[in-house]
């Protein structure tokens, strides 16, 4: 032994070459062995030793590599220096209490080290020693037991090391230089237990297991300890294939050898089969617990890897057994036993699953979960319930390859909520569960997941996350339904509705549980009802009898805060009669009556579960069941596969194919075509999880019938290609290499859109042929799996084709031996891929490819002509890919060149004249001819817009129907919020809660109380305004939090604001007074914005709504008159320069007749008259039939626009219109969208609207405008930039001018003039001669302040009026209507909208600008309505200074008044935590802030209560 006495061996730890990323760690080499303890995680690969944080992010490492001196001391290196020696961990085991981390394994022979459990860096001690196997086997463990000393309370700790022997085991070959291990011993901890550190001797004596032979194979799969019992697990192989799984129990008591003396054992068998022999356990896990003692283990059932199980064993000891019968006939510690011992088998096989290689068991509530490995690199959890019935399967992780998931997984201590797991060289850390996926409670319960509750605050999540006690999560054992019932009928003829929630509930949710039954008809329940208590409710019904038709009932159930409703029909059990088919058998049961004896009749008493029964009935009726032969393909990657073929008999009736795993959880269905009774095609649906599934096909009465098998195994991944290059022509065979290659159904290059089809599919290569490209790059390739685009990652590079310049031919014998020179090139071409013919009298001979040679820039290839006769060749055709080219021999090539060109340069000079003289005349005519048209052209152009603009008349429809106003709190909502969505959504109160009046908590409270001190918010404002990292964002987003927070108390809020406005008029009255509110730079600009939208709400719906609301609709029903653009959205008509479709071309108006299919059976409806254009598309026509409904009914089409679709009927059928298809034009690689006129749709046409849902399509797509490359691969009617001669319209090569076209603003402003007067004047209006009382009320502050501060500027007060009204609240309220009416704004609009308000504004200007020629199209539409609109502006500003002042009191009253209106629509809660946020990021400043103030101690002592409430709360929540 050496000792280190008072030394501590510090070695730094080398930097691990690895990538930690959201619970991902990746190690420089394999894992050997891990181990977790005080929330950090060991890991020990070949060469470094790893010590990571609970998260997985790096705190130590230490290397393994080292020299050994004179065989006895290791010292450690660096990667760069010599080393003679690596440290190989075998054995790992964390000892919290002593603070140390016992490692240990092979240098050359046995060394182990005792390490700092803080720090592995520190080396407390070490010795040449071996504890556990030579070398690295997984049939060997090490583990940590307690043994009893003497008493109870002494305990001393040992490692238990067990070591396997395999048959490819090697350490036979360290046996000549290495002592030999027994199989089972006990080894010291520390250096205080007798023998030292890592001894074996117990008082005098050596205790041992050993097998009856030693030489025997056995693998050791886990030890565990529970209590004072040692569980250990192994495999015995014999040499004729069968296995024994063996459990040893050992005893700690009374030292080493009493330990091991009390080994009994037991095997384990799956089963009484006689398979069951080569049943092989290979992973395990205990189930927490007390007794029985409960274990979990993965077994092989036939002894490989593919067919495995998961079962659970009742594993308690039997400490009956007597002294003698102790012996064990395969381990002993002196003499075996003859005898066999007891045999276990399980309570229940849980989960059948392919590939399973690790388990850890948990225990959650009264569930148990598990948490599965697989060898194809996925973690499956499964939670069973208390009578082992299981939930679905959920995939947490799926990894893309098939890498292997060690046999060991963790939970980390630390949260609970993640589990480690460990791969070939990479550690993750996954979540337990993903509750957050879950949005509703429905999702929520139906996850059947233990770990989640769905919480008060309307969020599935764990349940400490839930700070309250008002949840509800799943109960205790499996159900199918969240609500069950049935329905019962007494003797005395009294009907009965039983109600049953199957539920798991908190405390407060529980106190809080009514039921509701209503019918629409009559009074439903007697008064005789008891109440309901949860979790069931009861309903006697008044009537004792019920319909045949069935009664509709509606039960409305709340629990704690959450109220859903559930709606049931009530019918006659009786009368649910018939053959005894599955399909009456679900009636009965939906009915809430009771199937039994192959008959529906009323429930027993009590809610049973009955879904289960009609799934095990056979369907009735005399027909042929269909069969299944085969599918082809039958093994396809987890994304699926389109277009497989079903094969079988009597499948003409069958309507969809389902796809189920063995547990029968969510099975998939895939509609069905092609059908011709014997086969039948589907798509084969994507998955989570990778393994077999089962395959039946579905008839129309939900009947499944016959079997099959898909294996759904790694998607593909390719990791080479070769060759790396291709000539530019394309067609060269190229090869992927990678895994799961067979699964490729199509192979693409990112310059084109072209899927090409492999040639060869393997499971390991794949081959191809190259498209064409136009020019050298290097692509990208990927591979079309099903619908997924797989990248692959290596690249291929096109080069230019290869170049051949001469050959030679010279005869040997009877033989041709041809060769062929080609420039060098980066094409590495080989004689495979070139094909020769030598030709002779325009006949070809096959030239056979010899040999290559290169010699500096050239290429030789050397080929073969075999028995040609007396043919010679000057000629050879040669092909590559799919191209030819045709060579000469160099002689020959000179001698024709010079001939050529000696005959061929007198013609040539006589046709140059000639086509010269030719052209110059053609080319004269076209120029004329085009300057005729094109003058035509702008002629016409120009007097259109002459006659538009004087026949332009405002007769756009005024009868809009309802204005669809927003209610209050999203109108609020999206001014004080207009880019934080989330804000928005958390600080307005859902429907449910409007009506609830809420308190706060303590936290809350407290802020609430401390805002309502003005010295404190003010100083806290003007305190976060001091902060350089306080953005403009977050003074927008405090100011309208503080508006929500203070919305109750308008008073305050106005007091707050004049006092923050005093103070920035302060600031600015020194530098630029006429600046003040022009723009939100300050947390009060802000506010008074938000103020200004309160108070003006009502005014804005009684008297400016309706104009603002026509004026938009006028604009839509102008826009709507002339062609508008379906990609870059432009118009004809428009008020916008920037929008205005100058490039459109010819189009005439169309009147269409519209049917709308009633039903499924070919009905339709009366004929509804629709405007179009010639030149609209699909989806615009779509659009226009969808509003004119709507304009007609005063209601919308029951369908939404994208489940739409038309049909055009010509020729007495119908045909579809689609945006795109086969016919769309295409100019260079943009496509036309389908217009009517592209399908030469006349006036008066018919067109027939279809819902996809009850018409589905025969080729279904999506739209167009889906597509992220939406406006590079469509166009409509403005032309793409590609060549002139590519257009095919001639129509297009018109010359278009955008100032021609100016006129169609003035147009379009003539149209809606009217409606942009009135909606002016309805705001600077004054009905009753008064204004609305915000306005008065603040530009009276307005006054006051400038005569405090002595401005006497008129202009001064005349720009701070303008400023806080017109353009903080008005100009926000014309630019977006949205924010006022439920409605989408265009892009059109927009611009039109953004024209008006420029007018508004430059109403309220006071300077005079002077417009020219090359001024703005914007300011000139309205130049001369300006000065008109700034005399009535004027005329406002006076009215209101003239109007009686309004007295404080009657401000106040208006303000409670608002508040009133709209209590309980805002969230304070939750905008008083995210103003916390605010508060706790910048406490130091604010606190400092009001010491310089001198605010009173009580204020300080205020702030830091709330900021211990909120830090003892974690968050705010409604009590």
Known sequence: MVLLPGLLFFLMGEPARCMASDGDFKLNGDIRHYAVANGTVYIATEEILYQLSHDLTLVHSLSQRGILIDSDQFRRVSETNERNATFRVNILVPLVEDDALISCGVIKCGYCEVLDLKNISNVRYYEHVQVGPLNHSKASIGFRVNVEKNSPTQTETYIMAAIGLQQNNDSIKSKSICAETDTVQLHNTNNNQEGGIFSINDQFKTPKINMRNNGDFREFVDGFQINLTIYLFSNLPSKDNSNKVRLLWFEGKNGKSETLESLRGATLRISDDATDRRSRLLASSVIPGGLPVLWSGVFSLDGGQTNTVLAVFDISPDLTVEADKKKDPDFCSSDCNQEQPKTLKPKTVLFRQNYMTSVLAVKQKAWMVFFIGTGDGQLIKLAVDKNYHTTCPRVLYRANDDRQVFPKI??????????????????????????????????????????????????????????????????????????????????????????????????RAQSNFTCQFSASSRELCSRKSSPAQFPQCTCILTNSTLSAEGLPVTVSITVGSKKWLEQLKLSNCADIRGPPTSLLCRQCIEAGCEWSKNSCSWASQGVGNQDSVCQMMESWGNFSRPEISSISPSVVSFYGRNHAVLSGHNLRDVTRVRI????????????????????????INKTDNKGVVKVCVLLRDGSCHGSAKIAYQSSPICTNIEP????????????????????????????????????????????????????????????????????CSTTITYYPDPVFTSFTSTRTGNDFQITIQKEADKLEMTMAELSVWGIHKEKQYPCIMEAKETDN????????????????????MIQYGDKKVELLTSSLNVALFSLLVFLLIPCIIVVVVIVYRSKQKKLTDQMNKHMEDLEMDIRNDIRQGFVDLQTEKADLMENVGAIPFLDYKHFASRIFFPESGSLMTSCVRDIGQDAVKVQLDEGCQSLFTLLHDQLFLTTMVHALEEQKSFTLKDKCALASLLTVSLHKNLSYLTEVMEELLRALMQQNSNTQPKLLLRRTESIVEKLLTNWMSICLYGHLRESVGQHLFLLVSALTQQTAKGPVDSVTEKALYTLSEDWLLWQAQDFSSLKLKVLFAVGSDGEVSEPLEVNALSCDTVEQVKEKILSTFKAKFGFPYNTALREVCLEYERDSSFVPLEEVDASSEVIGEVTMLNTLKHYKVPEGATIKVLSKKTHPPLSPQGSVKDDENFSRKYFHLIDPDVDEDQRKNPERKKLKLKEVHLTKLLSTKVAVHSFVENLFRSIWGMPQGKAPHAVKYFFDFLDTQADNMKITDPDVLHIWKTNSLPLRFWINILKNPQFVFDMEKTPNLDGCLSVIAQAFMDSFSLSDTQLGKHAPTN?????????????????????????????????????????????????????????????????????????????????TEQLHHVKNSFDGLKTCSWN
């Open 410 to 507: 963790h939970l980390d201590q630390v949260d609970g909520k993640h589990v480690y797991v460990p791969f070939r060289n990479q550690m993750k850390r996954l979540p337990v569960s993903n509750c957050g996926t879950h949005t509703t409670l429905e999702e929520c319960w139906s996850a059947q997941d233990p770990y989640c509750v769905w919480c008060s605050t309307g969020s599935c999540t764990f349940e400490d996350d839930c700070q309250s006690s008002d949840w509800l999560s799943i109960p205790g054992d499996s159900q199918q339904k969240m609500v069950s019932f049935n329905v019962v009928k007494d003797s005395s003829g009294q009907i009965k509705l039983h109600i049953q929630t199957h539920l798991t509930v908190g405390q």
């Open 660 to 683: 189920q795993a063995d547990m029968d959880c969510n099975p998939q269905e895939s509609p069905v075509w092609n059908n011709t009774g014997v086969n039948l095609t589907f798509h």
């Open 724 to 791: 790396s290059s291709t000539w530019i022509s394309g067609k060269r065979n190229i090869t992927l290499i990678g895994s799961h290659l067979e699964f490729v159904e199509g192979v693409v290059h990112n310059h084109t859109h072209q899927e090409v089809r492999p040639t060869r599919n393997k499971h390991q290569n794949l081959t191809y042929d190259t498209p064409a490209a136009e020019t050298t790059f290097t692509s990208s390739v990927f591979l079309k799996v099903a619908n997924e685009t797989l990248a």
């Open 857 to 876: 820039k050239t290429d030789f290839f050397i080929c073969e002509i075999r028995n040609p006769g007396d043919a010679t060749f000057q000629r050879l």
């Open 1419 to 1499: 300011k000139l539409l309205y130049a001369k309505d300006i000065p008109k609109f700034k005399q009535e502006v004027k005329t406002f500003y006076k009215q209101i200074r003239d109007q009686s002042q309004i007295t404080e009191s009657q401000f106040k009253d208006f303000l409670l008044e608002e508040s009133k209106k709209h209590e309980n629509e805002f969230n304070e809660a939750a905008a008083l935590r995210e103003l916390y946020k605010y508060i706790q990021r910048y406490f130091t400043e604010i606190k400092e802030k009001l010491d310089q103030n001198g605010a009173p101690t009580e204020l």
